[in-house]
Structures are given as structure tokens and as C-alpha cells.
């Protein structure tokens, strides 16, 4: 089962969920798809480390070979190749190595060649193999990166995806394959703004979720009014707590340290795999 855990912006507790939740299964695989900034492998500090790099293949120009007749240009959708002074020039930042380029030069002047845009670290932690994505500083686009974390998945235990925040394109390849989704939000009028996006997202995409209302107080919960309106389940409400707070701050794993704590997430788990179950 994969369960990919999402929020409207950074801050909510996504990641604080994520390791938590792949900590009370027997077997898990934690994938942090969060590859502008994991932050996931703080908590677990997994052992026997390896590293694979992820690349991708750009356009480079034969000079010589190129007549300057633009018809890789006039292909090209996303504008990454321009006819400046007589030559091709590639702009690498806007590619998405499509190939197209390539496959349709008539001279045969276009050759690619890889560039490593980031790479995926995988270590242990107890019963939950820690995957991290990571890219380069200054790359435009995390999506290769992330379609190589998600290729760790392991179908013989449960695969918790740590998502990117918000709604962009990097959150839907991290979901796409997904079984259930968990949007953590927090009970402000700021959290529902933020939740509304993800929640759009998942909607569209028809994906079955639930919520986790996190850093709960006795004041209004806003989350809880919004979820209750539209008849949106809510998996659990965490309490806001200074302890808490305290543990994530250090970089423990809270279901470690606190029994409470893991009754709950213990409590989530079975939850969403009733869910999945239908």
C-alpha cells in the first residue's frame, strides 16, 4: 500500500507525519519526494548509505553538421532551443529532455548528452528503508528526481511518500501511483486557505484521502469546521504540545519517545488502511 502524505505549504507537520506513520508499521519504505529540501533523513539518520545519480539527457548542436533549417526549433513547445546569429542555442533550464530534437534533426546534428541534476540516498533505519531525493542547487525542475525515488517503492511493505508542499507538478508525479492520500493542515484560517489547494488537487486527480488537523489548541479549529461542512474525513487531531514540539525540534522520531503519541499513529494507520480496504 502507498500512502502519500501532502500539505498546502511547509510547516504543517508533513514530514513529522511521514516518519511517524512509517515508523509503526512493521515493514515500511519512507520516500522523501521533498527533493528541493528532505529533511526526513534528520529524524531517522539511517545507516549503510548508498547513493545513485539522477541525470538527464540534454540537446548539445553539432555545429558542422547543422544547416540551420529550425525545424528543431519550430518542434520544439516548451522554447528551449532558439536560431540566434546563424546557430542553434539550448537553453538547459527550460528542456525537458523529450528527445524531440534529437529524433527529428534531418542532419543528424543534434547529439544528447547526460547531465546530473540531483541523486537518490538510500539507507536503513530499524524496519523502514530511508530513500531521499536530492537535487542540485539552481535546477529548474525536481520531477526526474522524484520518478526515481518513487521507483524504490517496495509492493511486500507499506510506502509512505513524503510529498513536496503545495500543488505543483512535482506533488502530482509524487501521488500519482498513490493508494490514499493524508493532507496535514493546521486549524487556522491560514491552514484552510492552504489545505483548499491540495485538496482541489486531490479531488481532480480522484485520488480517496483523509485529514490530519495538526498542532490542534482548545480555541476555534477552523480545519474542523471546513472538514465537517463538506462531510470531509478527518483521519486525527494532534493536539499542539510544547513536548512535542520539543522532540521534533531535536530531531527524534516522536512515536520513539512518546507511547501517546504512537497510540495515535498506530490509531491513523489502521484507519487508512480500513479506508483502502473500502
Do not use: W
Not at 18 to 24: K, Q, R, T
Not at 26 to 53: M, R, S, W
Amino acid at each position: 500500500m502507498k500512502i502519500a502524505i501532502l500539505s498546502g505549504k511547509g510547516g504543517t507537520g508533513k514530514t513529522f507525519a511521514s516518519v511517524n506513520l512509517a515508523c509503526v508499521a512493521q515493514k515500511a519504505v519512507y520516500l522523501d519526494c521533498d527533493v528541493e529540501e528532505p529533511n526526513g533523513h534528520l529524524f531517522f539518520n539511517p545507516q549503510n548509505i548508498t547513493k545513485q545519480k539522477t541525470t538527464v539527457l540534454l540537446p548539445e548542436i553539432n555545429n558542422d553538421k547543422c544547416d540551420g533549417c529550425r525545424k528543431c526549433v519550430d518542434f520544439c513547445k516548451f522554447n528551449a532551443l532558439a536560431f540566434v546569429s546563424g546557430k542553434v542555442k539550448v537553453f538547459d533550464e527550460i528542456c525537458h529532455s523529450c528527445s524531440g530534437c534529437f529524433l527529428i534533426c534531418p542532419q543528424k546534428a543534434i547529439e544528447e548528452k547526460p547531465k546530473q541534476i540531483g541523486m537518490v540516498q538510500t539507507g536503513y533505519f530499524n524496519n523502514v528503508k530511508v530513500v531521499t531525493g536530492i537535487m542540485n542547487a539552481g535546477e529548474a525542475s525536481g520531477v526526474p528526481i522524484i520518478k526515481d525515488v518513487l521507483k524504490m517503492s517496495d509492493d511486500d511493505a507499506l510506502t509512505v511518500i513524503d510529498c513536496p508542499p503545495g500543488s505543483a507538478c512535482t506533488v502530482m508525479e509524487s501521488i500519482e501511483s498513490a493508494d490514499f492520500c493524508v493532507i496535514v493542515a493546521e486549524p487556522t484560517v491560514f491552514g484552510v486557505h492552504n489545505f483548499l489547494m491540495v485538496y482541489e488537487l486531490v479531488t481532480l486527480l480522484k485520488k480517496p484521502f483523509g485529514v490530519i488537523v495538526n498542532k490542534v489548541e482548545s480555541f476555534e479549529n477552523q480545519m474542523k469546521e471546513l472538514c465537517d461542512k463538506n462531510q470531509i474525513n478527518i483521519i486525527e487531531q494532534i493536539p499542539y504540545s510544547y513536548e512535542l514540539a520539543k522532540l521534533t525540534s531535536m530531531g527524534k522520531i516522536a512515536v520513539e519517545e512518546s507511547e501517546e503519541i504512537k497510540k495515535k499513529f498506530v490509531n491513523i494507520l489502521e484507519k487508512i488502511k480500513s479506508e483502502v480496504k473500502g
